[in-house]
């Protein structure tokens, strides 16, 4: 059967592409109406019909068995990659009608992942508990990459942000507390400051962030550099130091409340240093139905009365 000259007279059916992809993938047109719930006769009558559309002959016909020809085994590929594409559809579709399934890919610096994320994540779970989460933990800097270029559907970042492609919404605002033994003598204290930590034994966040350098500000205003014996980058790491007594953490005071367990206790560091964080999507795509009930969840978390880490005197359960 010669039909090389011939040409598509109508477009390509559904059925007919996903007929000839069983057929390829199972080795027959009974096994691949098996998969499709057709008849074998019902499968033949639609790789009839292909072939006749796209004008060559898609498989051999031998003793009964369809052999792939080379034309049909260029043309499988496109046809896998086609009906996968349809698949992503049909899902996308799945999830904008009701959040039955689907998937959200988020990301946050690693002490918002361990501290606050979870407890968000939990509560978004219980209302819509078939769809996937996909978080990660990066650098402040990297969260920004991974939203821009979309590799991700959203995340938390601290602000300032000052970017357009970005669109950002505070969700909220911490003060800057210091971590410290409660045998520590300075424990007693309602806040403590510059003057009260001159020479006491610190434990900062790493060089570069502009909360560090809003502390070494408030020191120098003082007259004074802090006594840094450990420097880390994660408020869990800090905590853990003060726990064990080399050092007073200064951290972000809501970020910390999941690690500040005794015998470790929270005061307020004067002046007071806010840090802010914005749930961050990109500008430049439109989120869907399902990112943006993430986002009311995270609105509504944020809106919760929180008890506060910060206030004078004020202590860890």
Do not use: W
């Not at 606050?116 to 209302?127: G, W």
């Not at 972000?252 to 004067?270: S, T």
């Not at 964080?277 to 969840?297: C, G, H, I, K, N």
């Not at 910060?310 to 202590?315: F, H, M, S, T």
Request: aromatic share 6%; net charge neutral.
């Amino acid at each position: 059967m010669s039909r090389v000259d011939g040409i598509a007279r109508r477009p390509i059916g559904l059925r007919a592409l996903q007929s000839f992809a069983e057929i390829m993938r199972t080795g027959s047109a009974t096994a691949a109406g098996r998969e499709l719930g057709m008849s074998q006769p019902a499968v033949s009558r639609l790789i009839a019909q292909l072939e006749a559309d796209v004008g060559f002959d898609l498989f051999y016909r031998d003793r009964g068995r369809l052999v792939p020809t080379k034309d049909g085994i260029a043309l499988a590929e496109e046809v896998e990659m086609a009906l996968a594409g349809l698949a992503r559809v049909n899902s996308l579709v799945r999830d904008i009608a009701g959040f039955a399934t689907g998937e959200l890919r988020l990301v946050a610096p690693p002490s918002f992942s361990e501290g606050i994320l979870p407890d968000i994540c939990a509560s978004f779970l219980k209302r819509y508990p078939n769809v996937r989460l996909s978080l990660d933990s990066r650098s402040i800097e990297t969260t920004k990459a991974m939203i821009a270029t979309r590799v991700v559907d959203g995340g938390f970042v601290k602000l300032p942000i000052d970017r357009d492609d970005f669109h950002a919404e505070t969700v909220v605002s911490s003060g800057t507390a210091c971590v410290l033994a409660d045998d520590h003598p300075l424990a007693g204290e309602t806040e403590l400051g510059p003057a009260l930590l001159r020479g006491v034994p610190l434990v900062l966040l790493g060089s570069g962030r502009q909360s560090r350098a809003q502390i070494e500000h408030a020191f120098a205003e003082c007259g004074m550099r802090p006594r840094v014996v450990v420097e880390t980058h994660t408020i869990a790491s800090a905590c853990a130091l003060a726990a064990r007594g080399v050092g007073i953490a200064i951290v972000n005071a809501l970020l910390a409340r999941g690690y500040a367990r005794a015998p470790l206790v929270m005061r307020p560091f004067a002046p007071s240093i806010a840090q802010d964080y914005a749930f961050v999507t990109s500008a430049l795509t439109r989120p869907t139905r399902l990112m943006m009930a993430f986002r009311d969840e995270v609105l509504e978390y944020f809106g919760r009365p929180v008890p506060r880490t910060d206030a004078p005197g004020a202590g860890v359960p």
